[in-house]
Nanobody
Framework: QEQFVESGGGLVQPGGHLKISCVGSESMFRAEIVAWYRQTPGNQRELVARVLTSGTTRYIDSVRGRFTMIRDDATATAHLLMSKLRPEDTAVYYC?????????????WGPGTQVTVSS
């Protein structure tokens, strides 16, 4: 079954920056929404950012102005450029896609990529 594959995570100091990426298939990127999510132990996965096919981008309040999501349908990849990282950004980050914001994600969750912000 198709799934996104995330990469690029690592350990970074507070205030630092990191770029993470995910790759999927062409069909996966036909969805209206491609999004980044994150999850910490014991908590539910939360939406971080999403990009619609129109190019409209949405971010949660805690990352707005610090994170930039790029969606590249031609190469079936998405990137999350993270700057001014904070310890509370530590999480496993995942990609997925949706038809509408209120609908479930379309694909099984991939392996995710661990981002750790610590001095």
């Amino acid at each position: 079954q198709e799934q996104f594959v995330e990469s690029g995570g690592g350990l970074v100091q507070p205030g630092g920056h990191l770029k993470i990426s995910c790759v999927g298939s062409e069909s996966m990127f036909r969805a209206e929404i491609v999004a980044w999510y994150r999850q910490t132990p014991g908590n539910q996965r939360e939406l971080v950012a999403r990009v619609l096919t129109s190019g409209t981008t949405r971010y949660i309040d805690s990352v707005r102005g610090r994170f930039t999501m790029i969606r590249d349908d031609a190469t079936a990849t998405a990137h999350l450029l993270m700057s001014k990282l904070r310890p509370e950004d530590t999480a496993v980050y995942y990609c997925n896609s949706q038809t509408f914001p209120t609908q479930p994600v379309l694909f099984p969750w991939g392996p995710g990529t661990q981002v750790t912000v610590s001095s």
